[in-house]
């Protein structure tokens, strides 16, 4: 199984300002994924990381709203830019183990004010 | 487009009661999960189901997958108390780029 962190855990932040979440696994993975969480929804995923080349952004998600970054196979960022309320969300990362299944991170709960 | 139905969406039970909980897609898969999310946590891996007729029991959780009606069932065997969450399924879409896509996830309390 894979060991996911995140960072931040949480965090508070004014409109107009942009947060970037970190996302660290403890083995090689190819593909990673951001997914979003609004309150007491279900997951959607925002993108999918492939190291070494650009994120495939899914129906309703942007570049310039979400960029992502992959520079090596255990690290991805996302960031969240220009914030509004309706970011306030808990961001997910995943990554693919296999068939085994696909393991969550802790998340990332982001309040915008 | 690939979508995923989770009946029902909120479910009270009393302690000791079984129940089935049950998830629908629309397109062809061969690959479907549940995972639990409890209050303020990520998510959980339960199950992974492989195959048509693929049968997972943990406990007193027994998930099951019927690829060719396209539905998946979790049965619940004498509810605790600590089976109170809410769980998801969700679909590996096929073709292309394989992507999971959820359920709304069925929120789960079970009452002493």
């Known amino acids: 199984s894979a060991v996911i962190s995140q960072k931040p855990s949480r965090d508070i932040c004014q409109r107009g300002t942009s947060l970037t979440i970190q996302c660290q696994v403890d083995s090689q993975v190819t593909m990673m994924f951001w997914y979003r969480q609004q309150p007491g929804q279900s997951l959607t995923l925002i993108a999918t990381?492939?190291?070494?080349?650009?994120?495939?952004?899914e129906s309703g998600f942007v570049i310039d709203k979400f960029p992502i970054s992959r520079p090596n196979l255990t690290f991805s960022t996302l960031t969240v830019s220009n914030m509004s309320p309706e970011d306030s969300s808990i961001y997910l990362c995943?990554?693919?183990?296999?068939?085994?299944?696909?393991?969550f991170g802790p998340g990332t709960r982001l309040l915008v004010l | 487009e690939l979508k995923v139905e989770q009946n029902p969406l909120f479910l009270s039970m009393q302690e000791g009661k079984n129940y089935t909980i049950y998830c629908n897609y629309s397109?062809?898969?061969?690959?479907l999960y549940w995972y639990r999310q409890d209050p303020g946590k990520s998510l959980e891996s339960l199950f992974v189901?492989?195959?048509?007729?693929a049968v997972k029991q943990e406990g007193r959780l027994m998930a099951s997958l019927d690829t060719k009606a396209r539905l998946s069932t979790l049965h619940i065997t004498a509810a605790v108390h600590d089976l109170s969450a809410t769980y998801f399924c969700?679909?590996?879409?096929?073709?292309?780029?394989?992507?999971?896509?959820f359920g709304k996830g069925m929120k789960l309390t079970v009452n002493p």
């Open positions: 189901l492989l195959s048509n007729g």
């Open positions: 969700a679909v590996l879409t096929q073709g292309g780029s394989e992507k999971l896509v």
């Open positions: 990381a492939n190291q070494g080349s650009e994120a495939t952004y």
């Open positions: 397109t062809t898969s061969d690959r």
């Open positions: 995943s990554v693919a183990g296999g068939q085994e299944t696909q393991y």
